[in-house]
Each structure stands twice: as structure tokens, then as C-alpha cells.
């Protein structure tokens, strides 16, 4: 039986880094869905207030298994 995954796209929020941000897209998003497969990042930005960085963002796609309902 052929296997079929399902791409979404999230976008995770850190105080410290964009790898922090991306593993808080994925960790949070593992609570919720099974099977979690492959992230990419598909993009990294910055928040700015008053000239100084207070947030880094990062948006992934990330893929998982699909399951039909029965």
C-alpha cells in the first residue's frame, strides 16, 4: 500500500533564535499530529520594535502521514 503526506506550512516565534523558533512550530505541532516526517524552512524574518529585534520568526513546511478516515 502506497503511503500519502500532507504538507503544511507554520510559523514558529522565539525571543532567542530562529532555530528555536522553528522547533517551537515542530514541537508544538507534534502534540497534535502524528507522525510528523520532514520541516524545511521555508523562511526566516525578524520582528522590529523601536530599532532593536524582539522576536525571530521562522515559517516550515512540514509534512506528515496522511490518514483517510475510515
Request: hydrophobic residues 45%; proline residues 1%; without cysteine.
Amino acid at each position: 500500500m502506497a503511503s500519502v503526506y500532507k504538507i503544511i506550512e507554520l510559523v514558529g516565534v522565539s525571543k532567542k533564535s530562529w532555530e528555536d523558533a522553528a522547533a517551537n512550530a515542530v514541537e508544538t505541532t507534534g502534540k497534535n499530529l502524528k507522525d510528523l516526517r520532514i520541516a524545511e524552512v521555508v523562511k526566516m524574518d525578524m520582528q522590529i520594535e523601536k530599532g532593536e529585534v524582539v522576536a525571530f520568526r521562522t515559517r516550515i513546511a512540514v509534512s506528515f502521514k496522511y490518514k483517510p478516515r475510515k
